[in-house]
C-alpha cells in the first residue's frame, strides 16, 4: 500500500515541561503546507578494525532523535483576542506569548501622526510598539495606524496604514486585544512542544520538539512559516482512525498591496516585492550520560532577513550610506503588516534593523530593484522581534 502525501496531518500541544506528555486531542490540528519528517536520525559510530580481511563494520546508532521541518502559512486566528492555532510551534521556536488586553479611551492630545493616551497610567516606554492602533470617534475616526514607539508620558507615534491618521483630544482610540511573540533566552514552561506527525498510515509521535522558524513573505503568494526542528524519537505507530480538527487558523490572506497596507523599513515606504526574515537559532539534540535527552537552543547569533524593493533614488532614500555607517546611527525599524481587519491580520516588526550584507541588484519587469539584507538587533535585551496576530 502506498502512502499519499496528502494523507498527512499535524497536531501539537505545548508541554508544561520539557518532554512532558501532554494529552493531544483532534482539536490540536494545525493546517499545514507541509511537513517532513526524518522519523530516526544520530551518530553512527564506526569502528574501523582491523582484522586480516577487507570489509565493513557495524555502525551502531546513537544520539537518536527525529528530525522535523513544518511549513504552514501566515496569518490570524480568526477569533478576537485568540493565539493562532500554530502558536505551539512558535512557543517552541524560542518565543514567549503575551496576551495583551483590547485597550480603548478618548486622547488627551493628539496631532499628525500621534496621538497621547488618556491616563493616567501609562504604559512603559515603547511597550505598545508594534501594536496597532484605530481611531473609532472624534477626529480621525476610521483612520489606522502602526504604533512605533511610546514615550513613558503616553505619546504614541504611528505609522499611517489608511491615508491619514490625524487626532486631537476628541479622538477615541482602539488597540485591539491581542497576541504578542518576542523571542526569549531562557527556556522553561511551553518552550517546547509535542508532536504527532501522520504521514497517510504512519504515526509519528515527538516529544520535547524545538526548532528555529523562519518567515518568506513573496509579493502575489501566501507568506510561510517554516520551522525546522528536532525531538526525541519514539517507534512510529500505525495510525487507528481519523482524529483532526482545524480551528483558530483563519483564511490566510496572500502578500499583495491589497492585503499589506504598509512596509517600512529605516523611515522609508518602499514599493516592494516582500522580504524574508529567518531568526536563525542554533538547536542542537543531546543525550548525556545521567541526563535526559533534549533538543536544546543554544543560540540565537544572527536574527536576519532580506527585503526586496523598488531601487530608490538617493535624494530620495540614500541606503548606501545606512549601508557604510558602523555606528548605529542609521539603523531604524522594520515594520510590515498583513492583513487590515481585526482577527485576520498579523504585524512583524523588528524595531532596530542595521543593513548587514552587501546590497544587490535585479531586474524586474524593466525595473532596477534592490535586495536589501539586515540584522534584527535588540534594543535592550530579548525584543530585537515581535510578532503580533489580533
Known amino acids: 500500500m502506498a502512502l499519499l502525501i496528502r494523507n498527512s496531518f499535524l497536531l501539537a500541544k505545548a508541554e508544561s515541561s520539557y518532554g512532558a506528555d501532554p494529552t493531544v486531542v483532534n482539536t490540536d490540528a494545525i493546517k499545514i503546507v507541509s511537513m517532513e519528517v526524518n522519523p530516526l ?23 537518536e532523535h527525529v528530525a522535523v521541518t513544518i511549513t504552514f502559512e501566515w496569518g490570524g486566528s480568526g477569533v478576537a483576542a485568540t493565539a493562532p492555532r500554530f502558536s505551539p510551534l512558535l512557543l517552541a521556536s524560542g518565543m514567549n506569548l503575551t496576551s495583551v488586553a483590547e485597550v480603548t479611551g478618548t486622547a488627551s492630545a493628539g496631532g499628525t501622526s500621534t496621538l497621547t493616551l488618556a491616563g493616567p497610567t501609562f504604559p512603559a516606554t515603547d511597550a505598545y510598539a508594534g501594536f496597532p492602533i484605530e481611531i473609532t470617534g472624534g477626529t480621525g475616526n476610521g483612520s489606522k495606524g502602526i504604533i512605533t514607539t ?34 526569549i533566552s531562557t527556556f522553561g514552561a511551553s ?59 483563519a483564511e490566510p490572506l ?109 531586474d524586474s519587469d524593466g525595473i532596477d530593484m534592490m535586495q536589501i539584507p539586515f540584522t534584527a538587533l535588540p534594543v535592550t535585551q530579548n525584543d530585537e522581534t515581535r510578532l503580533i496576530f489580533f
Open 191 to 249: 518552550s517546547s512542544c509535542s508532536l504527532v506527525c501522520v504521514k497517510d498510515s504512519n504515526v509519528h509521535t515527538i516529544r520535547g520538539f524545538r526548532g528555529s522558524p523562519a518567515l518568506n513573505a513573496p509579493l502575489n503568494s501566501y507568506g510561510l512559516f517554516t520551522i525546522t526542528g528536532i525531538g526525541r524519537y519514539s517507534t512510529p505507530t500505525a495510525k487507528s482512525a481519523e482524529a483532526f480538527s482545524y480551528g483558530n487558523q
Open 254 to 362: 496572500p502578500v499583495t498591496p491589497k492585503h499589506v497596507p504598509k512596509i517600512r523599513f529605516q523611515g522609508f515606504d518602499p514599493c516592494s516585492e516582500g522580504f524574508t526574515f529567518d531568526w536563525g537559532l542554533t538547536t542542537a539534540f543531546r543525550s548525556l550520560i545521567g541526563c535526559d535527552p533534549h533538543a536544546r537552543i543554544t543560540d540565537r547569533p544572527n536574527p536576519n532577513g532580506t527585503l526586496t524593493i523598488e531601487n530608490p533614488p538617493v535624494a530620495t532614500k540614500d541606503y548606501f550610506t545606512a549601508a557604510a555607517d558602523n555606528t548605529g546611527a542609521s539603523d531604524g525599524p522594520f515594520i510590515a503588516q498583513l492583513g487590515t481587519a481585526e482577527t485576520q491580520s498579523s504585524i512583524f516588526f523588528a524595531p532596530k534593523c542595521a543593513i548587514s550584507g552587501d546590497i544587490s541588484f535585479s
Open 41 to 63: 536520525t544520530g551518530t553512527r559510530v564506526e569502528r574501523n578494525l582491523i582484522k586480516g580481511f577487507l570489509g565493513a563494520d557495524r555502525q551502531p546508532l546513537t544520539n
Open 150 to 183: 511610546n514615550d513613558g508620558n503616553g505619546v504614541l507615534t504611528v505609522l499611517p496604514t489608511t491615508a491619514t491618521f490625524n487626532t486631537d483630544a476628541t479622538s477615541v482610540y482602539k488597540i485591539a486585544a491581542l497576541s504578542l511573540y518576542q523571542p
